[in-house]
């Protein structure tokens, strides 16, 4: 990462184990540049204030003093009473991330329900997309064969 720290150290049988906080923070700045991508340098994908405030938290651009980085307060437009509550100040964990996100659902006890329905979903999306790009490998081996 720019900080300049080191994340992982080395585990038992070669594998990195890195904190917690480094992997959710490089999960945000993933998920940040996952949806920027395929846009042209000059655009920039409108998020809604509570993603964007989400992506903040987690890619650790949010100042002490809970401004964010770009100097604007678009995270902080829409929040409710209710919401102000569930406001979690810094993410520090797994825990606080699923905690934000299931501050989005109506009852934050349908979370696992509905998690589980989303990775089912991407797993059935990815299976398609999987069989569909299989398709287009075979069908252009066969060309090649064909030319």
């Known amino acids: 990462m720019s900080s300049g720290k080191t994340c992982c150290i080395a ?14 923070e490089s999960l945000g700045i993933i998920i940040y540049k996952a949806l920027d991508y395929g846009l042209k340098e000059n655009e920039e994908r409108e998020l809604s204030p509570p993603l964007e405030q989400l992506i903040d938290h987690m ?9 964010n980085d770009e100097g604007y307060e678009a995270a902080e437009e829409g929040l409710g009473d209710e919401d102000e509550k569930r406001k979690i100040s ?30 089912r979903a991407l797993f059935a999306e990815t299976m398609e ?11 252009k081996e066969n060309l090649k064969k064909i030319q």
Do not use: W
Request: hydrophobic content about 35%; aromatic content about 6%; some cysteine.
């Open 90 to 119: 810094a993410i520090r964990s797994y825990r606080d991330v699923m905690k934000l996100c299931a501050a989005h659902l109506p009852t934050e006890s349908d979370a696992p329900n509905h998690y589980q329905a989303v990775c």
């Open 129 to 139: 997309l999987h069989t569909f790009l299989t398709k287009i490998k075979s069908a």
């Open 11 to 24: 585990g038992k049988l070669g594998y990195s184990q890195c904190m917690e906080t480094e992997v959710i």
């Open 59 to 67: 890619a650790n651009t949010v100042e002490a003093d809970g401004s």
